[in-house]
């Protein structure tokens, strides 16, 4: 394709067998082609090629933005008319520059000429149209176990099997996952093309995968030869002092693709995300990107750029620290919360990073019907740990808290209804026991 991505230089593998033969048939459009040729082009081309609407009939003058540190920006003449305007499909070349800038700062990633960014709308958009480009009928898929259902609902269309690998305190445990792909080739079934991960502040159980585990997990991409997607939203919501690098920060053979999203930390409303993987993986997404939504939105492209052209990397920094500390004080009230009123009912380890406290409720098989009827009957839902498994449809013991929005009250209500549903179901199982007994 004519692409203003990259080439592949000093990446030797071959991305084609990772690719799906529908991804292999997608096709550059012309007119997206067109506007990425008028977009780079000199001042004096003159283009009557495309099909954009003419700015001056849309009906803003001007979009004034405040930032709560008192300083504000304002979107006018050209800029407004580059933000209400169709873009290239890559993204705003400003800000893809800043984002190139800002994965090397804080990536290092080895062979970074050989990679390149796309910013697509939110991390769901970017792992789905990576998903899609690899993933066909019936091919296998290693997950965690449990993992974010946005995975699930993107492949279970497509047949895929999922094969879940175990995790413990610290995520995925790469023995069991070595002994899994080693049980696998022995038996000749057919080998997964790539792993979904989210290594930093895991949806749901919030653990952060330790650095010896992501090397070792790496060690495997290599040896049996698979992706490795990083879904990596909470990166920057961590509470640990330990940061460990991350999978693209340790990727000398290119196998990574690494999913950002500005939604916890900027805003979840402008839908903007971005994926950094070696230039033919992201050509294949981009194709894919040019077919539905031709582009990630424009006006929150060029409002973010704005905005991290203010910060510099020292304030968003800042911002990120300031986040961090105040989700950090939200995780320490619903832990102590917990404590207070589930001891004895759950068990728990606290979150090192993202939004999420996943609780095992003892004594309890399945709690979706505890949570969808009763929960919602008592005034308290918390999301059923059977949505995070491969097949919710099983049973799960387990609930996922979010503590990123709810007051300190609403959580401490929370917490205390959700004791007393627990103790009504308990109470209820007894009942039945003694019944049938
Ligand atoms: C692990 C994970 N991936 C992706 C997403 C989707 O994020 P975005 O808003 O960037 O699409 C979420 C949102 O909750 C998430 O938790």
Known sequence: MSSTLKQSNGLTMDYSSYK???????????????????????????TLAEGAPNEKTFPFTE???????????????????TALQYIPTQGYPPLLQTLREFQ?????????????????AGAQDGLSKTL??????????????????????????????????????????????REILRNRQLSGKKMPKIMYVNA??????????????????????????????????????????????????LDTEGRVIRVDSFS????????VGFITAAAPLLASIELHLQS???????????MLYKLLKIWGHKGMMNHVNRIQHFYKE???????????????????????SGFFLWMEIRGIEDTWKMMMQRGVAQGVIMAPGASFTKDPTKPCNAIRASFSKASYEEMNLAMERLAQLIREELADRDALQNLNS
């Not at 004034?64 to 407004?80: H, I, P």
């Not at 974010?148 to 995790?167: K, N, R």
């Open 20 to 46: 799906t033969d529908l991804s292999k048939r997608r096709r550059p459009v012309i007119t997206r082609e067109l506007v990425k040729i008028a977009s780079s082009a000199s001042q004096s081309l003159v």
């Open 63 to 81: 979009i004034s933005v405040k930032l709560d540190d008192g300083t504000s920006f304002t979107l006018e003449e050209n800029e407004l008319s």
């Open 104 to 120: 090397r700062r804080v990536h290092a990633p080895p062979l970074w000429e050989s990679r390149d960014i796309v910013i697509v």
């Open 132 to 177: 899609e480009s690899v993933i066909g009928t019936g091919d296998p898929i290693l997950v965690p176990d449990p993992f974010y259902p946005g995975v699930e609902v993107v492949v279970t269309p497509h047949q895929a099997e999922l094969i879940s690998i175990p995790q413990d305190d610290l995520g995925v445990i790469p023995e069991d996952m």
């Open 200 to 249: 930093t502040g895991a949806n749901p159980t919030g653990v952060i995968i330790p650095l010896e585990r992501r090397k070792e997990i790496y060690r495997l991409a290599c040896e049996y030869d698979f992706l490795i997607l990083d879904d990596d939203p909470y990166c920057f919501i961590s509470y640990s002092d330990e940061k460990p690098k991350s999978f693209l920060s």
């Open 264 to 271: 916890k930390v900027i805003s979840s409303g402008m839908r």
């Open 292 to 302: 539905s939504h031709l582009h990630a939105p424009a006006l929150s492209q060029v």
């Open 330 to 352: 939200r995780r320490d009230m619903i832990v102590s919360l917990a404590k207070t009123h589930l001891n004895g009912l759950v068990d728990f380890a606290v979150p090192s």
